[in-house]
């Protein structure tokens, strides 16, 4: 392919409605904004033509967009089924051929990309005799520009430097991975303590008792088959719970729902898809999933409606171990529910005043929720710090915070760790006897290479990571939520849900040990972790300041939708309501140094405090 002669050319991204994968997309965007091309993301009637090319409406309404935005490179994205990928794909591009979009025919498009699941680029490089440009999602940054036919003299010098903490831990990880050492890894007996897998066990317990024993963490793994059968799908997930439970590697199943039993749950789903996941709709399947689960303790994603009804459903009959609300997201917003944002608040509010009175836990789930719309690591601590406050506020005993590393996956580590620091600083300080924090940390969802060998020692890799993020604590973090290295490919199943467990255990014992031993450079003192994590900490701190003096009563659902709505916290790559956010999608965010930040016209970052104060119109 040739080389793009010029950086005035433009790239258009498009997918279909149906494909809600869009973490990619925001972070290719963003990569070409830094080399100085203008990039265009197809919103919602976008894509929704895309998912029905075929009607002649549709296809005329993406060519006038095409026109319209000059795009010159257009690349689609389908990371659902392989051969409906080929099908999609191949359907696109000869509408395109038949309107005479491309470049040969007299048109404005002069190449075409598509983005896919391993099997689906395999595809279509053999279809189309390797003249599309495919990817995966396993590319360096560099190899994505190159692959796009980004000139060097267009790249910036600083996004062809490494890390050399994150090219550290790689080698440590590779090494570790090759040993096969990590194959003896023995799961941890936690089970000394009275109310043990009990119905009246819970996550409080299970991490005193691990802290009194100085185990490793608790692991967490989000588990659910799909099968296209339901009663076939339960089947599957309660004999895949009843292996996990038997093995004793995983401390706490996190149920993997599918869309409908988020949306549904209760009702006739007749024909409507099913979104992936495991069919769950009625509290019989609850129990007989709680049941399966012995020993472990159980969570579940709330409800996307109905969200206080379902929360005391989770109660009785999973017992549950934690809820976990998104409070801005899991809605019209994103396309995961029917409530707008407002309502969406005041449902999660008042599940709150619910999961208050039982005493559980409180999962903020929200701050990778804003990176995946292209937000800024300001907006990705403050937004999980409001959360925290509100939580105190209205009578949380316990907070879970997760925090998503490598996300976008291009984030360097310690820009990664900075986030996580700054944001522990903040909720460690508002701790007190009535309200505790676990650390719950997590590899970013898109982060893992299809070649196995390679997301084995990314899993270890991003283990070391979570071991820096509070390195004076030698009990932290309290819960790995432990992301199977074969995402990137497959569904996890119990063999690779338990080897993930067995590399993550093995890979922190490791770090820790190399470490005590002067092998392996400790991070605690890192000037540069240590100044992006100050700066961070000031500035979200100011900023929540600046919130309190102006927004009234900003600890409430009116208080947090006027935070968002305001345009404290951006968002510029969100896909669907963007008229009702249009002061929150009108910045424009890049990677800097490996972060994360809100910059101007010129491409120079704005102080987060500053940009804050001149909404309010203060000094």
Same mark, same amino acid.
């Given at each position: 392919m040739? &080389?793009?002669?010029?950086?005035?050319?433009?790239?258009?991204?498009?997918?279909?409605?149906?494909?809600?994968?869009?973490?990619?997309v925001?972070?290719?965007?963003?990569?070409?904004?830094? @080399?100085?091309?203008?990039?265009?993301?197809?919103?919602?009637?976008?894509?929704?033509?895309v998912?029905?090319?075929?009607?002649?409406?549709?296809?005329?309404?993406? @060519?006038?967009?095409?026109?319209?935005?000059?795009?010159?490179?257009?690349?689609?994205?389908?990371?659902?089924?392989?051969k409906?990928?080929?099908?999609?794909?191949?359907?696109?591009?000869?509408m395109?051929?038949?309107h005479?979009?491309?470049?040969?025919?007299?048109?404005i498009?002069?190449?075409?990309?598509?983005?896919?699941?391993?099997?689906?680029?395999? #595809?279509?490089?053999?279809?189309?005799?390797n003249?599309?440009?495919?990817?995966?999602?396993?590319e360096?940054?560099?190899?994505?520009l190159?692959?796009?036919g980004?000139?060097?003299?267009?790249?910036?010098?600083?996004?062809?430097?490494?890390?050399?903490?994150?090219?550290?831990? #790689?080698?440590?990880?590779?090494?570790?991975?090759?040993?096969?050492?990590?194959?003896d890894? $023995?799961?941890?007996?936690?089970?000394?303590?009275?109310?043990?897998? &009990?119905?009246?066990?819970t996550?409080?317990?299970?991490?005193?008792?691990?802290? $009194?024993?100085?185990?490793?963490?608790?692991?967490?793994?989000?588990?659910?088959?799909?099968?296209?059968?339901?009663?076939?799908?339960?089947?599957?997930?309660?004999?895949?719970?009843? $292996?996990?439970?038997q093995?004793?590697?995983?401390?706490?199943?996190?149920?993997g729902?599918?869309?409908?039993?988020?949306?549904?749950?209760?009702?006739?789903?007749?024909?409507?898809?099913?979104?992936g996941?495991?069919?769950?709709?009625?509290?019989?399947?609850?129990i007989?999933?709680?049941?399966a689960?012995?020993?472990?303790?159980?969570?579940?994603?709330?409800?996307?409606?109905?969200?206080?009804?379902?929360?005391?459903?989770?109660?009785?009959?999973?017992?549950?171990?934690?809820?976990?609300?998104?409070?801005?997201?899991?809605?019209?917003?994103?396309?995961?529910?029917?409530?707008?944002?407002?309502?969406?608040?005041?449902?999660?509010?008042?599940?709150?005043?619910?999961?208050?009175?039982?005493?559980?836990?409180l999962?903020?789930?929200?701050?990778?929720?804003?990176?995946?719309?292209?937000?800024?690591?300001?907006?990705?601590?403050?937004?999980?710090?409001?959360?925290?406050?509100?939580?105190?506020?209205?009578?949380?005993?316990?907070?879970?915070?997760?925090?998503?590393?490598?996300?976008?996956?291009?984030?360097w580590?310690?820009?990664?760790?900075? &986030?996580a620091?700054?944001?522990?600083? #903040?909720?460690?300080?508002?701790?007190?006897?009535?309200?505790?924090?676990?650390?719950?940390?997590?590899?970013? #969802?898109?982060?893992?290479?299809?070649?196995?060998?390679?997301?084995?020692?990314?899993?270890?890799?991003?283990?070391?990571?979570?071991?820096?993020i509070?390195?004076?604590?030698?009990?932290?973090?309290d819960?790995?939520?432990?992301?199977?290295?074969?995402?990137?490919?497959?569904?996890a199943?119990p063999?690779?849900?338990?080897?993930?467990?067995?590399?993550?255990?093995?890979?922190l014992?490791?770090?820790?040990?190399? &470490?005590?031993?002067?092998?392996?450079?400790?991070?605690?003192?890192?000037?540069?972790?240590?100044?992006?994590?100050?700066?961070?900490?000031?500035?979200?701190?100011?900023?929540?300041?600046?919130?309190?003096?102006?927004?009234?009563?900003?600890?409430?659902?009116?208080?947090?939708?006027?935070?968002?709505?305001?345009?404290?916290?951006?968002?510029?790559?969100?896909?669907? @309501?963007?008229?009702?956010?249009?002061?929150?999608?009108?910045?424009?965010?890049?990677?800097?140094?490996?972060?994360?930040?809100?910059?101007?016209?010129?491409?120079?970052?704005?102080?987060?405090?500053?940009?804050?104060?001149?909404?309010?119109? @203060?000094?």
């Amino acid at each position: 392919m040739n &080389k793009l002669v010029d950086n005035y050319e433009v790239f258009g991204f498009i997918r279909p409605y149906v494909d809600a994968h869009t973490l990619g997309v925001s972070v290719v965007a963003n990569l070409l904004r830094e @080399c100085g091309y203008k990039v265009i993301i197809g919103d919602v009637g976008i894509s929704l033509a895309v998912a029905q090319i075929a009607k002649l409406d549709n296809i005329s309404f993406l @060519c006038k967009w095409i026109r319209d935005n000059k795009i010159s490179r257009l690349g689609f994205s389908y990371r659902l089924d392989p051969k409906d990928a080929k099908f999609a794909f191949g359907k696109l591009l000869q509408m395109l051929k038949d309107h005479r979009q491309l470049q040969d025919q007299g048109g404005i498009i002069k190449q075409v990309y598509f983005a896919g699941l391993p099997e689906a680029c395999n #595809l279509i490089a053999l279809e189309y005799k390797n003249s599309i440009p495919v990817f995966v999602g396993d590319e360096t940054p560099m190899k994505t520009l190159k692959l796009l036919g980004i000139p060097d003299s267009l790249i910036p010098s600083i996004l062809q430097l490494g890390s050399a903490y994150d090219e550290e831990r #790689l080698r440590f990880s590779t090494e570790l991975i090759q040993s096969g050492k990590y194959q003896d890894q $023995q799961p941890y007996d936690r089970s000394g303590y009275v109310n043990y897998g &009990k119905k009246n066990d819970t996550l409080v317990d299970r991490i005193r008792y691990n802290r $009194q024993k100085q185990y490793p963490p608790l692991t967490r793994v989000h588990v659910g088959p799909y099968q296209p059968d339901y009663e076939n799908a339960k089947k599957e997930f309660k004999s895949w719970l009843k $292996q996990l439970a038997q093995t004793k590697f995983l401390d706490i199943v996190s149920i993997g729902s599918s869309q409908l039993s988020q949306s549904d749950f209760g009702k006739e789903w007749g024909d409507k898809p099913n979104g992936g996941g495991a069919p769950i709709n009625s509290e019989k399947d609850l129990i007989e999933i709680w049941d399966a689960s012995r020993p472990m303790l159980v969570r579940t994603y709330a409800g996307t409606k109905n969200i206080p009804y379902l929360a005391e459903i989770y109660e009785r009959t999973i017992h549950i171990a934690w809820h976990a609300l998104s409070l801005w997201w899991f809605n019209k917003i994103d396309g995961r529910g029917s409530n707008t944002v407002k309502e969406n608040l005041e449902e999660h509010f008042k599940t709150i005043q619910f999961i208050a009175k039982t005493g559980k836990p409180l999962e903020p789930n929200i701050p990778h929720h804003f990176s995946f719309r292209g937000g800024d690591d300001y907006t990705y601590v403050l937004s999980a710090y409001l959360a925290a406050i509100m939580a105190k506020k209205m009578g949380i005993r316990y907070l879970v915070v997760q925090t998503m590393l490598n996300t976008p996956k291009y984030t360097w580590g310690i820009q990664d760790l900075a &986030k996580a620091r700054a944001l522990l600083k #903040l909720v460690r300080e508002i701790e007190d006897k009535n309200f505790i924090v676990f650390l719950q940390p997590r590899a970013g #969802l898109d982060f893992f290479s299809p070649d196995l060998d390679k997301a084995k020692a990314q899993l270890a890799s991003v283990t070391a990571m979570m071991d820096d993020i509070e390195p004076n604590n030698p009990l932290s973090p309290d819960i790995i939520h432990v992301v199977s290295y074969c995402e990137a490919v497959k569904l996890a199943s119990p063999k690779y849900i338990n080897e993930s467990i067995q590399i993550t255990i093995n890979a922190l014992n490791e770090y820790k040990r190399l &470490k005590s031993k002067g092998l392996i450079n400790d991070m605690k003192n890192n000037e540069d972790i240590n100044s992006r994590t100050a700066d961070i900490y000031r500035q979200v701190k100011s900023v929540v300041s600046i919130i309190e003096q102006n927004i009234p009563l900003p600890y409430t659902p009116e208080g947090f939708y006027t935070i968002f709505k305001k345009g404290i916290m951006p968002v510029p790559y969100l896909w669907s @309501c963007r008229d009702e956010f249009k002061e929150a999608v009108k910045w424009n965010t890049s990677l800097i140094n490996g972060g994360m930040q809100v910059v101007d016209e010129l491409g120079q970052p704005i102080p987060f405090t500053k940009r804050v104060k001149e909404l309010f119109n @203060c000094r």
